[in-house]
């Protein structure tokens, strides 16, 4: 089985522009959480969906949105990017029940310059 | 609310030695505890959980962690550690009544376990 996808692997932006990443699930997990990941702040979460729908938000700006397809698949803008938005983005898969391992993928790595 | 907090933010051990990383959580509700390791340029791959039962959870390639509710700990351990467990490891808790679903994982900060020859 396939595991959790991300594309791209690595991204670099400059300040103001906006960035879509991806993020294609292990097949049959319907849900798909974020997270960033930074040196100073550590991983935090950013959101997680599940049939198309966001069940869950983190402490993130608004310029932080995101949404899933019915595929499961789910993509991840970050809007008029700022230089403290460089960092690993993670996206993680799960079976959505309770206490479900949750399957991380390699990760972007965003750097706006 | 919850928050995580790894004591440890870098551990030196020689190989062959055991090891034990700490973890402590704070939580107004029950949890559901975790620990993930990450190789440098990876993802987060889990080590192993505790959702409820026996208090001393095992993973596959020798480490164990205990749950002790009192001291709000789950702290994680081996009793020999390889130069393959150099890696960054990371304690993370979930609330365990939030009604279902893959609830946003709160992290720590992370303990770079080094392993010297």
């Known amino acids: 089985k396939a595991g959790v996808t991300q594309t791209p692997r690595y991204l670099i932006k400059t300040r103001g522009q906006q960035v879509t990443l991806s993020c294609s699930p292990i097949s049959g997990h319907r849900s798909v959480s974020w997270y960033q990941q930074t040196p100073g702040q550590g991983l935090q979460f950013l959101f997680e969906y599940f049939s198309e729908t966001q069940r869950n938000k983190g402490n993130f700006p608004g310029r932080f949105s995101g949404r899933q397809f019915s595929n499961s698949r789910s993509e991840m803008n970050v809007s008029t990017l700022e230089l403290g938005d460089s960092a690993l983005y993670l996206c993680?898969?799960?079976?959505?029940?309770?206490?479900?391992?949750?399957?991380f993928g390699p990760g972007t790595r965003l750097t706006v310059l | 609310a919850q928050s995580v907090t790894q004591l440890d933010s870098q551990v030196p051990v020689f190989e062959e030695a055991p090891v034990e990383l700490r973890c402590n959580y704070s939580?107004?509700?029950?949890?559901?505890l975790f620990w993930y390791v990450q190789y440098p340029n990876q993802g987060l791959q889990l080590l192993l959980k505790?959702?409820?039962?026996?208090?001393l959870v095992e993973s596959i390639n020798g480490f164990e962690a205990e749950f002790n509710k009192s001291q709000t700990s789950f702290h994680l351990r081996k009793p020999s550690v390889h130069i393959s467990d150099t890696a960054e490891y990371f304690c993370?808790?979930?609330?365990?009544?939030?009604?279902?679903?893959?609830?946003?994982?709160?992290f720590g900060k992370g303990t770079h376990l080094i392993i010297q020859p």
């Open positions: 993370a808790v979930s609330d365990a009544h939030s009604g279902g679903g893959a609830d946003g994982l709160t």
């Open positions: 993680a898969s799960s079976l959505a029940r309770q206490g479900a391992e949750q399957f």
């Open positions: 939580s107004s509700v029950s949890v559901y």
């Open positions: 505790y959702l409820s039962g026996s208090t």
